[in-house]
C-alpha cells in the first residue's frame, strides 16, 4: 500500500494562534482518513512555504499527495496555491492532487448557523433566530469570485433569520462600517454578528473588533454580540477530507488500495452523490437538442458549475468531427495542452495515466515570462507559441484567457500547428465571447480545426477541466463496448 499524504496550505500568519489551529486540523484530518502524514504549509507571511511542505510529505516517504488549498473564497490566493503546487509536482513528477476549496459547500452556511446559535445561548438571548438579525464579516477581496462566494454564504442563511446583512474587513464594499450602519437602519432587536475568518488571527483579535466598537459607538446601538471565527471544527475537518476524497478517488494511483470504492468509505456515497447530481441534472433540464455523445459532456459542464445555461439551445457548439478527432487524437496518446495550471490540475490523472496522455501548461514557466515581457505579449499567448509542438496533433483546452484562444486560431492560420481539437471556454467580459465567436467561425475550408465552445461570457477552468473530463471517460467507456 502506497503511503499518502495529506498537505493543507494556509494564507498564513504570524499569530501563533494559527499554528496552533493548523496542527490541530492536521491532526484531526490525518486520524479521520488515515492518512501516513499530515501536515500544514503556508502560501505567504511565514514558512514553511508549499515547496517546504510538499518537501516533508515526500521525505516522510510519501508516494501520493493531497493538497488541500485551505481557503473560503475562490480568488487570487487560490489561484497561486494551485499554480504552485502544480508546477512542484510537475517538476519533481511526484504523484500529487489539489482539492477544491472549501467555498460553495453547504457546509458552511450551517457553521455560520452553528456559531450563531453557539452565540444566543453564550449571551442568553431567548429571541428566535427570525428574531434576529445577522451581521456576516468578510476578509474582502478585490477578485470577484471571491465576493461572490461570501455573498453565496450570507444568501444562504437569510431564509432563517429576520434580516442577514454582510460587510467586508478590506479590499470591498460594504466596509464594517457601512455594514453596522445598515443593519442598525432595520431597527433590529439585537444584532449577531459573525466574522467568517478560519482563524484566529491578527484580523479577528485586533482589526475586526476595533472597527466594530468603532462602527457601533458610530451607530449608538448596544445590542450587538460577536460569535466566535470558525476555528477547529470537526465539521471542517470533515470537509477538508471529502474534498480530499473527492479528488484521490477521481486520480487513483497505481496502487489498487488507493481511490477505490473498497478501501474508502466515501467512496460509494461520493458515487451516489454524482449519480444523483446527474439525475437532478436530467430532470431539470428535460428534453434538449444535444445527441448522445454530446449530452453527457454538456451534464458534465453544469454538474462542474452549477450553471444550466450550459443546456440552453446553441448555448454549446460542437464542431461536426469534434468528438470523433477528439477519440482519435486520444488514441494516439496526444498531449493535452491547457492555459492555466487549474485547468490542467483538474484533469483526471488516472485517465491520463490508464491512457497514455500527458498533460502540458506553461503558463508559469519562466522562460515564457521573459519572452513575453521582452515582446509585449500576454504570458497566455507566449505559453502557446511555446507549446507549438505539443499542440500538433493534441488537443487544446482554454478555460481561463482568451488571448490564449485568439493565439492558438492564429498559429492555425499560419500553419504553425493544427491541433486535434480545441476546447475554447474562456470566461469574461473582455474578448472571451469574441474568442468563441472566432473559434466557431473556422470552418474546414478556412484551415480550421474541430472544436467545443460555449457562447457567451461564461466559461472558466472547471468547465474546460471537466469537457475534457468527460471526453476521456466517453472514450474509456467506448473503448470497453467494443471489446
Not at 466566535?228 to 471529502?242: A, I, S
Not at 454538456?298 to 446553441?314: L, N
Not at 482568451?402 to 470566461?427: F, H, N, Q, Y
Request: overall charge positive.
Amino acid at each position: 500500500m502506497k503511503k499518502r499524504a495529506l498537505l493543507i496550505v494556509d494564507r498564513g500568519s504570524r499569530e501563533p494562534e494559527v499554528r496552533q489551529e493548523m496542527q490541530e486540523i492536521c491532526a484531526l484530518a490525518k486520524g479521520k482518513a488515515g492518512y501516513d502524514f499530515a501536515d500544514y504549509c503556508f502560501l505567504e507571511v511565514l514558512p514553511p512555504f508549499i515547496e517546504e511542505g510538499i518537501k516533508k510529505c515526500v521525505d516522510a516517504g510519501a508516494e501520493a499527495i493531497t493538497v488541500m488549498p485551505y481557503f473560503l473564497y475562490p480568488g487570487m490566493k487560490l489561484k497561486d496555491t494551485v499554480k504552485q503546487s502544480a508546477r512542484i509536482g510537475r517538476d519533481k513528477n511526484l504523484n500529487l492532487v489539489i482539492t477544491r476549496p472549501l467555498s460553495y459547500h453547504p457546509m458552511m452556511p450551517e457553521l455560520v448557523s452553528e456559531r450563531i446559535a453557539e452565540l444566543k445561548k453564550e449571551k442568553s438571548i431567548s429571541l428566535s433566530d427570525s428574531q434576529c438579525d445577522v451581521l456576516l464579516i468578510g476578509h474582502g477581496s478585490s477578485d470577484r469570485n471571491a465576493h461572490d462566494a461570501f455573498v453565496h454564504t450570507a444568501e444562504a442563511i437569510k431564509s432563517r433569520y429576520r434580516n442577514v446583512h454582510h460587510c467586508f474587513l478590506e479590499l470591498d464594499t460594504p466596509n464594517i462600517e457601512q455594514g453596522v450602519m445598515q443593519a442598525v437602519a432595520r431597527q433590529p432587536k439585537v444584532l449577531l454578528m459573525m466574522p467568517y475568518f478560519l482563524h484566529k488571527g491578527a484580523h479577528i483579535k485586533r482589526d475586526v473588533v476595533n472597527d466594530v466598537s468603532a462602527a457601533l459607538e458610530k451607530a449608538r446601538f448596544q445590542d450587538a454580540y460577536m460569535a466566535r471565527h470558525l476555528g477547529v471544527d470537526d465539521k471542517l475537518v470533515n470537509l477538508v477530507v471529502e474534498r480530499a476524497k473527492e479528488v484521490e478517488n477521481r486520480q487513483g494511483p497505481d496502487d489498487r488500495s488507493f481511490g477505490t470504492a473498497a478501501s474508502r468509505s466515501m467512496t460509494e456515497r461520493a458515487f451516489d452523490i454524482e449519480k444523483r447530481s446527474f439525475e437532478i441534472i436530467d430532470s431539470e433540464v428535460g428534453p434538449h437538442d444535444y445527441d448522445s455523445m454530446q449530452w453527457p459532456i454538456v451534464r458534465r459542464v453544469i454538474h462542474a458549475t452549477a450553471d444550466f445555461d450550459f443546456a440552453g439551445k446553441g448555448k454549446m457548439l460542437f464542431h461536426k468531427r469534434a468528438i470523433e478527432s477528439a477519440f482519435f487524437a486520444i488514441k494516439n496518446r496526444c498531449t493535452i495542452v491547457t492555459d492555466v495550471d487549474m485547468v490542467l490540475a483538474a484533469i483526471n490523472k488516472k485517465s491520463l495515466s490508464d491512457l497514455g496522455l500527458k498533460g502540458a501548461c506553461y503558463i508559469s514557466d519562466k522562460s515564457v515570462a521573459e519572452q513575453a515581457r521582452r515582446l509585449g505579449k500576454t504570458r497566455s499567448e507566449m505559453a502557446m507559441r511555446h507549446a507549438a509542438k505539443e499542440i500538433e496533433g493534441g488537443i487544446v483546452v482554454v478555460g481561463n484567457a482568451p488571448t490564449a484562444l485568439l493565439e492558438v486560431i492564429s498559429m492555425v492560420k499560419e500553419g504553425v500547428a493544427k491541433p486535434a481539437l480545441i476546447v475554447g471556454i474562456p470566461v469574461g467580459f473582455v474578448s472571451a465571447p469574441e474568442s468563441k465567436e472566432a473559434l466557431a467561425k473556422m470552418t474546414d475550408d478556412d484551415d480550421g480545426v474541430p472544436f467545443i465552445t460555449n457562447v457567451g461570457r461564461k466559461g472558466g477552468s472547471p468547465a474546460a477541466s471537466s469537457i475534457i473530463n468527460a471526453l476521456l471517460l466517453l472514450y474509456q467507456n467506448n473503448s470497453q463496448r467494443r471489446k
